[in-house]
């Protein structure tokens, strides 16, 4: 796990690889071949010796590599490879990729089970192949303009190309307003993009164009293609869990365990723990409930020291009664992106307590919710559905008497987005379910005259809506998980997940996005993944096996903070300072009367906006931390 970073004719005011030294502590390199530079910051996971380190060449030179992530199915490649008379000097990962790609080409990547991002010069035939995996785990930003391109894992080593554009995409602020995080391609700048979960871009060096290339598995979503009975499929995910833990444990460095005591992360302890019975696992949890009261947390401490204890594993506990405010600006720093969510806090807390105890590797249940169905809205889906018998100019009629109720109250709050887009089209009310603003045309009233007339044909919901075309053959239910998968996790999830748990050089795994793990449950039928309103049915059964059923059959809590509490009292000044009027008016990207509007609203608890107003701070956080020009 580690930073990379390269570039076609372009040059650096200074050394790329600084802003990605918390990425890969343990060494870092570069080359210079031409006008194609690549760059490597390496945290030391297989093979802790300095065979590992990158940029890597091949024996005969031809290719040139540099590689963020890891390949758990590589000792099994490898045999393949050294049956055809490749000859290796290191245990790396690293080293198998390598010649894997030099006897297949961009075809290896359809043998790779791992979470990668990695680039790839071939010397011979000038062209640089820059890669991400399928489920986006790993991070990788592309700048191009013009006849340049620049590659990098994070943003901010971006900002050092000499000449660098630094315009916004306002386009991305739509969606940043909408969801609180960005689906998709855009960024807050409008020449960086994210690379595709899925996809490779093939660079000719000598005139910098751009083929791309689609590696996405290609039966990823074949729904009811097993017709297996439910205790088939119980057997099937149980061995594919299992291979999968097992996979991941593959490290010589130090690794430990997320553990909320919720099912997800008690799950794959209690996997670990049946296949290694001796070893005494660090794992660490958070406690949260104290000051999460009334914001719909429950204290998940009791049941991750009762794991812990039935287990026979050693149990960190971390406080997370912290200073929010003074944390917020150095977790959207990490991020390179705004993201109306403090969940991210907790990750850099918990890799901060892993990493002074010597642990690089911290395993967590990431994932589960996406391809199982663990949040209410795939449960609020379920019931949506019955009510779509009715007429929809009923349930317009009666969304619209919903909507005038005050937002007392959480479960007000819940009722009114659940019902928020009833008589819309199906698209409409699925990605409803993402979205945190009253309407989806909504978040373009936050904005100012000169930029709203600059993306008034902008459509948050376009990426969405493309997505949920591409999986249109599949139930409701799996069309949401697919649009889960490919947008909320990559763009949400994993990003704070690895931003900041690399951010002090810890790898966080992710054993519920194997590769053969998620290429069976997306075959799965809706009605394993929740039945009678029991939310990740299937994995609840297979979870009987390993954990006592008050953990399992309890009901779902969050990973994050008091957002509400916070945002009435201790991010009051913050508000004050960073959402006034004079400010805004400099800017000149925001509506401040009707932000004013939002923050009068919620003050009086006649509205809920209290996660749109964080999502306004981190935007601001961003503009007020990164170099920037209006378009």
Not at 230 to 254: C, F, G, H, Y
Not at 376 to 385: F, S, Y
Not at 414 to 420: E, G, I, P, Q, Y
Not at 459 to 476: A, V
Request: glycine residues 6%.
């Amino acid at each position: 796990m580690c930073g990379i970073v390269g570039s076609v004719n372009l040059k650096w005011k200074e050394n790329p690889l600084r802003t990605l030294s918390h990425r890969g502590p343990d060494s870092e390199g570069s080359i210079i071949v031409k006008n194609v530079f690549l760059g490597h910051t390496r945290l030391s996971i297989q093979d802790l010796s300095s065979l590992g380190n990158q940029p890597m060449y091949s024996n005969d030179k031809r290719f040139i590599i540099t590689f963020n992530g890891e390949i758990y199915n590589h000792w099994e490649i490898r045999k393949v490879l050294l049956k055809k008379g490749y000859e290796f000097i290191s245990d790396s990962d690293t080293e198998t990729l390598l010649y894997s790609w030099s006897e297949w080409g961009p075809d290896s990547i359809k043998k790779l089970n791992g979470i990668f991002a990695f680039a790839i010069y071939d010397t011979k035939i000038n062209k640089l192949y820059i890669t991400r995996d399928n489920f986006g785990v790993k991070p990788l930003y592309i700048y191009r303009k013009k006849n340049t391109i620049a590659f990098s894992s994070e943003i901010k080593t971006l900002l050092g190309i000499k000449n660098f554009d630094f315009s916004i995409d306002y386009k991305s602020i739509l969606n940043y307003l909408t969801f609180l995080w960005s689906p998709g391609s855009q960024t807050m700048y409008a020449h960086v993009k994210k690379l595709t979960p899925g996809s490779t871009i093939e660079v000719d060096i000598d005139s910098v164009s751009i083929k791309t290339i689609d590696h996405k598995y290609e039966d990823e979503n074949i729904e009811n293609e097993f017709i297996y009975t439910e205790k088939q499929w119980i057997k099937e995910v149980d061995t594919a869990l299992n291979k999968a833990v097992e996979r991941q444990m593959l490290s010589d460095a130090p690794l430990g365990f997320f553990l909320s005591g919720g099912l997800d992360s008690s799950l794959l302890v209690s996997i670990a723990k049946a296949q290694f019975p001796n070893e005494k696992f660090e794992c660490f949890t958070i406690d949260q409930y104290r000051d999460s009261i009334g914001e719909g947390f429950l204290d998940d401490l009791p049941y991750a020291k009762k794991i812990a204890k039935n287990l026979d594993v050693s149990l960190n506990i971390i406080d997370n009664r912290h200073n929010w405010i003074k944390d917020f600006d150095k977790m959207i720093w990490y991020l390179d992106e705004p993201q109306g969510d403090l969940a991210p806090i907790n990750v850099i807390r918990i890799s901060e307590i892993a990493k002074s105890m010597g642990i690089k590797v911290l395993i967590g249940g990431t994932g589960g919710d996406d391809i199982f169905s663990g949040y209410r809205r795939h449960q609020a889906l379920a019931i949506n559905q019955k009510f779509m018998l009715l007429p929809k100019s009923i349930l317009k009629l009666f969304s619209e008497m919903i909507a005038l109720l005050p937002s007392s109250s959480k479960n007000i709050s819940r009722l009114k987005k659940f019902s928020r887009d009833w008589g819309e089209d199906s698209k409409n009310q699925i990605l409803g379910y993402f979205n945190w603003l009253p309407t989806n045309k909504f978040a373009h009233c936050l904005l100012s005259e000169e930029v709203k007339n600059e993306v008034i044909n902008f459509d948050p919901y376009t990426f969405g809506k493309s997505l949920l075309d591409e999986y249109s053959n599949l139930s409701s239910l799996n069309q949401m998980l697919m649009l889960e998968q490919k947008s909320f996790l990559v763009d949400h999830n994993l990003n704070y997940t690895d931003k900041l748990s690399m951010s002090v050089g810890v790898e966080a795994r992710v054993p519920f996005l194997d590769k053969e793990l998620v290429n069976i449950v997306n075959k799965m039928p809706a009605q394993y993944k929740v039945r009678r309103n029991t939310a990740k049915y299937i994995l609840k059964k297979v979870a009987e096996k390993y954990l006592p059923k008050d953990v399992i059959y309890r009901s779902k809590t969050g990973f994050g903070a008091p957002i509400r509490k916070l945002i009435s009292i201790d991010f009051e000044k913050r508000i004050m300072n960073s959402l006034n009027e004079s400010k805004l008016a400099e800017q000149g990207i925001f509506n401040y009367s009707e932000i004013n509007r939002m923050i009068k609203l919620n003050k009086s608890k006649k509205e809920d906006f209290s996660h749109n107003i964080l999502g306004l701070l981190s935007i601001q956080s961003w503009l007020e931390q990164f170099p920037w020009k209006k378009s």
